[in-house]
């Protein structure tokens, strides 16, 4: 059985701390204990303090990275789409840069494995160079797990 991985990130218009951003800031944690609390959900990273070294994937501290683990893609559409993540969601101009290139990306990983930050960030630029594909897609164009017998 498959895991469905998903990644996204945001490039903060302002410093975490400021005050532009506190309606952000204030929803994370409401935000996280509805993903975790909702049917589907199978596992969020969770950053830990580390130093940024700048060979890390999105080792830039205005980078803000979601990567989530689901059991199918209507769990996570159904989080993302019709809870009250979307409230946040609509309002994510007034805190983030508007992307210039994929910033979500999903793909299946063998139930029971957890993504890595270095796995996402090579399957957000899979997606950038080929578009949607079975390795790396979005919701625009979404594949079933390919089986191995």
Not at 66 to 81: H, P, Q, R, Y
Not at 113 to 124: F, W
Request: with cysteine; hydrophobic share 40%.
């Amino acid at each position: 059985m498959a895991h469905l991985a998903q990644l996204n990130i945001a490039k903060l218009l302002y410093p975490i701390e400021h005050p532009k951003i506190a309606d952000f800031r204030n929803n994370i944690d409401k935000i996280n204990t509805l993903g975790e609390q909702s049917k589907g959900f199978v596992w969020r990273y969770v950053e830990n303090p580390r130093i940024a070294t700048g060979n890390e994937p999105f080792a830039d501290p205005w980078i803000v990275v979601n990567l989530t683990v689901w059991e199918s893609i209507e769990d996570l559409k159904s989080f993302a789409f019709n809870s009250e993540h979307v409230e946040i969601f609509k309002e994510r101009a007034k805190w983030f840069e508007k992307p210039s290139s994929p910033h979500m990306v999903l793909w299946w990983i063998p139930e029971g494995k957890l993504p890595t930050l270095e796995e996402a960030e090579e399957k957000l630029e899979l997606l950038e160079k080929n578009g949607d594909c079975p390795h790396a897609f979005t919701f625009k164009k979404t594949f079933e797990p390919e089986l191995k017998s």
